[in-house]
């Protein structure tokens, strides 16, 4: 008996039975059933072994199935080709990932995981996920609490060797919020540089004339940043999330004498405490298990001569300041595991956006380490105070969003320029950036109005505030989607005031002396505006 696999998809019309009676043909036929899947719109999937002298006969019975509209061959079931299309994406991610279900067996890996653990695909998938990471790993724990974990360094040994990588974990949920599974993405320890630290090379950093500005005040405090460039002290960048620290320290290591030496940038709350320690002051042969043969360099060391950026400093552990103040302090560095003490020639350049001095008191950070960073304290403006730079910086960086995304040069409105200049920028250049590219992502039109920031952006209609100082009066007033004309912002606030005064004084007559006009303007005004009382003392 020559016998073949089958995929058939059954278009049909539902009704009672139907399903039943397609299943009794099968049975009649003696048709080995492997699989079915049934997709609203696209019909039934049935997965068979079939004889292949019995096919013809096998289809044009199923044809005659009442409900039955056409029957087609298919590839692959649905199913399957959900399992290639994962399987492709998991493979295109640059990091390993393992995924396993509530019982911890491994459901998915990529072949970079495969790689880095040194095992098959289908090798994988037949095990328990402590087989291939050892003993409680992160990921069992996110299995079990559902908490997740970032960037665990975490050692594994394979065939007698042990190798370390860096894993994050989180759980997998279902609609109703119980885990099911969880998921981590693993980083050979060895390929972690190429994350978390960069060399940039004279040709591609940053000046001081690439810093988009035209406002007094970063005119007056580039001024003072190139003046301080030409030293050698420490500098202390401060300010809120994307307000451009490292573009200054980059504008600023160009401005100096080092500009022709290296410029080395990390982050210093990427990394856990044993990671960034290592990264920083390098180690000697043997420090640990998977040291490499004759050590390795920190990044102070392969800065000499230069800078080093040392960026988000408020989130550095204790263990850490510690030795970042003797090398500030003594102008040396020690690897982890040595003992020799090795100059470097450095300058140090830290940013950060916490208040370093409410951490001092809560003894989170050490008072002595802050004298030595906050030497030259730069303080950088959100963009909510530069409103006159807005202009520039969004159409400079339409520009470049849009020459990054091969379309035509986009503009901005007179009112879309209004718009984002009302607006609180939380997130500053960063944030006004990331507006920007998703409205050009979703339009093709050359002119942005405001009606694209409204459509795509959660960017908030703007108000007029109109404030007086002691026992005056605070006035919020709503635009609407457009700017308002200078006519219907005066009628608002007259409006305003009028209901303000009378609801005090209760009397037209009373609300004219006290706004120095006659009592038939203050009614001409209610009548106008729709304001009326008739307990009013005319």
């Known amino acids: 008996m020559n016998v073949n696999e089958v995929i058939i998809n059954i ?12 299943f ?6 003696n048709i080995d059933k492997i699989s079915m899947e049934v997709i609203p719109n696209d019909g039934m999937f049935i997965k068979l072994r079939v004889d292949v002298d019995r096919k013809s006969k096998f289809i044009k019975e199923l044809r005659d199935v009442s409900g039955v509209k056409d029957i087609s061959f298919r590839n692959h079931m649905p199913y399957e080709s959900r399992e290639y299309k994962l399987n492709t994406i998991l493979n295109a991610i640059s990091e390993g990932v393992v995924a396993i279900d509530d019982k911890g067996k491994i459901t998915h890996i990529n072949t970079l995981a495969c790689q880095i653990f040194g095992c098959s695909r289908e090798k994988a998938l037949s095990l328990k996920v402590d087989e291939l990471f050892g003993k409680n790993p992160p990921i069992l724990k996110t299995l079990s609490s559902g908490e997740s974990f970032k960037l665990i360094e975490w050692k594994v040994k394979i065939n007698q060797k042990h190798i370390r990588i860096l894993t994050s974990s989180d759980p997998i949920l279902d609609s109703r919020g119980h885990i099911i599974g969880a998921v981590a993405t ?17 040709n591609r950093l940053t000046t001081f004339d690439d810093i988009i500005h035209q406002s007094t005040k970063m005119r007056r405090l580039i001024e003072m940043a190139k003046t301080v460039a030409r030293g050698n002290s420490t500098i202390l960048l401060r300010g809120e999330s994307g307000t451009g620290k490292e573009l200054f320290a980059k504008a600023i290591h160009m401005e100096g004498s080092r500009s022709n030496a290296p ?4 982050n210093c709350a990427a990394l856990p405490d044993a990671l960034l320690e ?3 002051f390098g180690y000697v042969e043997g420090a640990f298990t998977g040291a490499l043969k004759g050590g390795k360099k920190g990044l102070f060391e ?26 500030l302090q003594e102008g040396a560095i020690r690897r982890v595991g040595g003992t020799t003490e090795i ?22 950070f050490r008072e002595d380490l802050y004298y030595r960073l906050n030497v030259i304290p730069i303080n950088l403006y959100p963009l909510r105070e530069l409103p006159e730079d807005i202009e520039p910086i969004a159409q400079h960086l339409l520009r470049k969003i849009s020459s990054k995304m091969g379309k035509k040069e986009m503009r901005l409105t007179k009112e879309s320029l209004n718009l984002l200049k009302a607006q609180e920028w939380p997130g500053n250049i960063r944030q006004l950036e990331n507006v920007l590219e998703r409205v050009v992502n979703m339009t093709d039109e050359q002119e942005i109005t405001p009606q694209h920031f409204y459509n795509w952006t959660d960017l908030k209609t703007p108000k007029l505030k109109v404030e007086k100082q002691g026992n005056g009066i605070h006035i919020d007033i709503a635009f609407s989607r457009e700017m308002p004309s200078l006519k219907e912002i005066v009628a608002q606030v007259e409006k305003q005031v009028l209901k303000h005064v009378l609801k005090k004084y209760n009397s ?5 002396k006290v706004l120095g006009v006659s009592n038939t303007t203050i009614l001409n005004k209610m009548h106008a505006y729709g304001l009326s009382n008739s307990n009013w003392d005319k």
């Open 11 to 22: 278009d049909f019309k539902d009704r009672p039975g139907l399903g039943y009676d397609i």
């Open 24 to 29: 009794e043909i099968c049975e009649k036929n």
């Open 186 to 202: 693993i980083k050979d320890f060895k390929d972690v540089e190429e994350i978390i630290s960069k060399i940039d090379v004279k």
């Open 263 to 266: 410029f080395i940038a990390i």
């Open 278 to 280: 290592s990264e920083l």
């Open 302 to 327: 392969q800065a000499d001569g230069g800078t080093i950026f040392l960026d988000e400093i408020g989130e550095i552990s204790p263990s850490v300041q510690v030795r970042l103040l003797r090398v």
């Open 343 to 364: 100059p470097v020639n450095v300058r140090v350049i830290a940013a950060t956006h916490r208040d370093l001095e409410d951490m001092i008191r809560k003894n989170l």
């Open 508 to 512: 037209s007559r009373k609300a004219g």
